[in-house]
């Protein structure tokens, strides 16, 4: 069974700082995804890491790919507010999606 | 927005009671999956559907059946529900295409309280 682990579990980081979200997963898979949910809301589809080395940016989030180490970062430049939201990665594996516990992220002012 | 919704948005039910959600999809998706997420889980599959009267088992199937007679719609169903059924539900289609691009939408979600 595939397992997907996350780190941080809870992250609070004062507005214009950077920071690192870690997704680790136990098997072989080239194909990694990032969600976000607000509270209350759905998933909301950030990024689609489809090889190795892949690297995709949207404004202050930056995801990557390493499939050698199981790896995937979501890293965080220059943090606001908005970005407070939980941080979801999911593993593409044999017509399944198996996800992390997912990175509840809250942005100080 | 993948033009997918789900029924009912909320429900509040007794133990032992039989519970069916619906999801519907507008697209002609294939692949439409069930989720349950709960607190420190993520999010757990719970059964899944590659076409037409094709379903397979998730993760988290135990307590729960499937059907798809029709392309659009994918019911889940609690037999007999219990309160760990308690969980916010949702609903994925899957963008499948030659180029291997596996994307999931997600419904909007049902809430589903069992007393």
């Known amino acids: 069974e595939l397992k997907v682990e996350q780190n941080p579990l809870f992250l609070s980081m004062q507005e214009g700082k950077n920071y690192t979200i870690y997704c680790n997963y136990s098997?072989?898979?080239?194909?990694l995804y990032w969600y976000r949910q607000d509270p209350g809301k759905s998933l909301e589809s950030l990024f689609v890491?489809?090889?190795?080395?892949a690297v995709k940016q949207e404004g202050r989030l930056m995801a990557s790919l390493d499939t050698k180490a199981r790896l995937s970062t979501l890293h965080i430049t220059a943090a606001v507010h908005d970005l407070s939201a939980t941080y979801f990665c999911a593993v593409d594996m044999a017509d399944q999606f198996y996800f992390g516990t997912g990175t509840s992220l809250t942005v100080i002012p | 927005d993948a033009g997918i919704t789900q029924s009912p948005r909320h429900k509040v039910t007794e133990t032992g009671t039989p519970v069916t959600l619906r999801c519907h999809q507008t697209e002609n998706h294939r692949y439409m999956y069930w989720y349950r997420q709960d607190p420190g889980h993520g999010l757990r599959l719970i059964h899944y559907?590659?076409?037409?009267?094709?379903?397979d088992k998730g993760e988290v199937s135990d307590g729960y059946s499937v059907s798809r007679s029709k392309t659009e719609d994918f019911l889940l169903t609690l037999e007999s529900a219990t309160s760990s059924q308690t969980s916010v539900y949702f609903c994925?289609?899957?963008?499948?295409?030659?180029?291997?691009?596996?994307?999931?939408?997600f419904g909007p979600g049902t809430r589903l309280t069992v007393l």
């Open positions: 890491l489809l090889s190795n080395g």
């Open positions: 559907s590659y076409g037409v009267k094709d379903t």
């Open positions: 098997t072989t898979s080239d194909r």
């Open positions: 994925a289609i899957r963008l499948a295409s030659g180029a291997s691009y596996n994307e999931q939408f």
